[in-house]
């Protein structure tokens, strides 16, 4: 699988920005989807996912109510809707793909498939 992020840029704070994967190749249906970030000097971080087999979505708390995860499977496509930015949540997001299961959804190493990031800066 082959994943495309786009839709980043800068926003002020308390602005909203959506983000996009496109995915090709492989049965990406099949996968949980994730997006997660890495501010410089950090490690990347669990955003949001949405699980494959029930399509539950489960968000870091720092994100909860603002970010909104869905995903267009005719369309092969996982959004990130982003709302009420903060400068906190300034970094390069990654969109995941993988075979992630439950107790591991929130870790970076249960996707195997990653797309190339795009950069989200928000001022102040």
């Known amino acids: 699988v082959q994943l495309q992020a786009s839709g980043g840029g800068l926003v002020q704070a308390g602005g909203s920005l959506r983000l996009s994967c496109a995915a090709s190749?492989?049965?990406?249906?099949?996968?949980?989807v994730g997006w997660f970030r890495q501010a410089p000097g950090k490690e990347r971080e669990f955003v949001a996912a949405?699980?494959?087999?029930?399509?539950?979505?489960y968000y870091d708390d720092s994100v909860k109510g603002r970010f909104t995860i869905s995903r267009d499977n005719a369309k092969n496509t996982v959004n990130l809707q982003m709302n009420s930015l903060k400068p906190e949540d300034t970094a390069v997001y990654y969109c995941?793909?993988?075979?992630?299961?439950?107790?591991?959804?929130?870790?970076?190493?249960?996707?195997?498939?990653w797309g190339q990031g795009t950069q989200v800066t928000v001022s102040s």
């Open positions: 995941g793909a993988g075979r992630a299961i439950l107790s591991t959804i929130r870790s970076s190493t249960a996707y195997g498939y």
């Open positions: 190749g492989g049965t990406f249906n099949t996968y949980t």
């Open positions: 949405l699980f494959r087999n029930n399509m539950r979505t």
